[in-house]
């Protein structure tokens, strides 16, 4: 359990204090770990406000049964006068039923808190390396790319919430056959730049209009030099100008997104460090790389193939269902031994590293997390490793398929989306998902004023608080902390939701699942709504009250708070909390 303070904490440090003082009285064992026991909402909410496992967990120990070790627990928790009941269910689980004044206790809590309530210190300053988007450095950012580049940010975003030392890191492909394609693309660009018609773009280059700027730029600095030179005189120069170029375009279109990284790590620079030697060299040493004939592909040989000695990296040490090469047969890296070097790299200055990957990547999953295993555990500090897959985005448009843009020739990009629909409604929509879940993006649908669009419905609560209160204040009325006695079961409710926030970020981060922000935005909006609704046929439950500025106080104070959590949570989604719309 975290140190914030927030209803749940308090309750589980006034269980802690309880479970400390049986250990006193020799009921528990001394220096017994409250590590396992939580606090939570009960799954029924008939059955109280908060539950506790305490006893089922530590049953053991006391070596007796939790049943009876929860009766040790409640008859203590019974003398707090905030708890109104403790009750044991079912096996030794025990619900308890908390004063009104606690949970109107906690509104207070938030306002004191503002925009740090449900910050954690669950990280403990645990650095985390986040790699997320990772394109090839060949064109503009495009939908293929947009789904995992907001879950990264938000998980970024949501890992440091929760008190993680966090770096966005974006690793460049400049090292592959691409970026020689990518070259020659340029050079056809600069040579249109210079006046020349080149007609149809040739099959194998890459088409879209981003590479006219490119070449314009090429012309203005080299001039006709490399017009007609041949290509290996210009191949590495405009290959480096090109990349550079590129990430220029990726890096503006996901500013576009609300989205910066920290470092941009360069494959080509990792080459020229000799990090994959230095990689291959330690596995070696550690007897992890051994030269030998890779096996067979499985069902019909290829008539070509013939067995050839590469260099192998044990992987099926690590529950992989092969060794894999680390070398080609021309004595060039293949994917997975550069990747091998990349994270072995990452680890340096990382305590554990998370890559979010298209799902056409899960093949890869098992065998890089092997290698991270191998070089970390080897090193004597194992680096957790988690990879989140990520997968498609179907674009549609009142639901037909949208496939194509002017700007790429082939794909609808990110700057496409943006403009159309605004960075918001993007970023949020892709969180209203699970990532491994297929998703459809309407762009009728995303920018719908309805309950069924989760981000106007969100951002709209909100709106509506935000009104209120403007309306209230030129009326004379104002936020009332000391009137909140006043509040009823129904605002009671909507607290009790509000106050979930802290702990659905601790769980969110510890599931590294920022999607489960989102969820509860728009639960909590719901309630939102749905009291806000009550004043529509009953005029008492309106919130500004005309005859009754204590009311109003009250319900204003409650707002307030409800609109505080939701910015809370929309921050870290990246996404704003408008005050009209």
Known sequence: MSESQTIYAAYGAKIASVLAALEQEGVLPAGTSYRNVAVEPPRDASHGDLATNAAM???????????????????????????????????????LRLDRGAWLAELGAIAGAGADYGRSSLGEGQRVNIEYVSANPTGPMHMGHCRGAVVGDALASLL?????????????????????????????????????????IPEGLYPGDYLVPAGQALA???????????????????????????????KAD?????????????????????????????????????DGILEAPKGKTPEDWEPVELPLFRSTKFGDDQDRPIKKSDGSWTYFGADLAYH???AENADALIDIWGADHAGTVKRIKAA???????????????????????????????????????????????????????????????????????????????????VFYVQYAHARISSTMRKS????????????????????????????????VEAAAGAREPHRIAFYLYDLAGAFHAHWNLGNDQPANRFIQSDDADMTGARLFLGQQIGQVIRNGLSILGVEAVEEM
Do not use: C
């Open 372 to 454: 991270v295993a191998a070089l970390t555990q080897g090193a004597g500090r194992p680096i957790p490793f988690d990879v989140k897959l990520v997968q498609m985005v179907h674009l549609m448009r009142g639901g037909e398929p949208v496939k194509m843009s002017k700007r790429s020739g082939t794909f609808v990009t990110i700057a496409d989306m943006v403009d159309e629909v605004g960075k918001d409604v993007v970023r949020f929509t892709m969180l209203t998902r699970k990532p491994e879940a297929q998703m459809e993006f309407d762009f009728a649908k995303v920018i719908e004023a309805s309950k069924d669009n989760p």
């Open 57 to 95: 967990v530590l049953a053991k120990l006391a070596k007796t049964n939790p049943r009876e070790l929860a009766g040790h627990i409640t008859a203590k928790l019974e003398l707090d006068p905030s708890i109104k009941s403790a009750e044991i269910a079912g096996p030794g689980f025990i619900n």
């Open 160 to 200: 440091e919430f929760a008190g993680h030392q966090v770096t966005r890191e974006y690793y460049i492909n400049d090292a592959g056959g691409q970026v020689d394609t990518l070259s020659r693309s340029a050079h056809l660009r600069y040579r249109e730049a210079l006046g020349e018609e080149i007609g149809e």
């Open 473 to 504: 204040m030129a009326e004379g009325f104002a936020p009332q902390a000391d009137k909140l006695h006043l509040l009823g079961d129904e605002e009671l409710e909507l607290i009790k939701l509000a106050a979930q926030f802290p702990r659905i």
């Open 220 to 250: 203005k600095k080299f001039g006709d030099k490399y017009r007609d030179a041949p290509e290996s005189e210009w191949l590495a120069i405009f290959r480096a100008e090109a990349v550079d170029k590129m990430i220029d375009m990726i």
């Open 254 to 290: 996901l500013a576009l997104l609300g989205i910066h990284h920290d470092i941009f790590a360069s494959e080509a620079t990792l080459h020229s460090a000799g990090k994959p030697d230095e990689a291959e060299a330690w596995l070696r040493e550690h007897d992890l790389v051994y």
């Open 344 to 346: 072995f790299q990452k």
